[in-house]
């Protein structure tokens, strides 16, 4: 059985056919974008890990509007901010 040397992937414990149980590895699940500004999770952004992210096309990865970085809710409050400073 092939045991991963790095902490990379996780453990996860598979009862086969003929009654065992043993230990399969797994690549662990990455965490989700988070907004520059408050720290929620962005929606839009897939949570892959980066040889997949990789694969991917560039209007899939972020949202196609100002600030991709930012929630909505805070981009719509920067976008606010900026536009009552200019008066
Ligand atoms: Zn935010």
Do not use: W
């Amino acid at each position: 059985m092939r045991v991963p040397r790095s902490r990379s992937q996780r453990k996860v414990y598979v009862k086969t056919p003929g009654g065992k149980t043993t230990i399969h590895y797994r690549y662990k699940k990455h965490k989700f974008a988070k907004c520059a500004n408050c720290g929620s999770t962005l929606k839009g952004v897939p949570n892959k890990r980066p040889n997949e992210m990789k694969k991917l096309p560039k209007t899939k990865k972020r949202p196609s509007r100002p600030h991709p970085h930012l929630c909505s809710q805070c981009m719509r409050k920067g976008i606010i901010k900026e536009a009552r400073k200019n008066d």
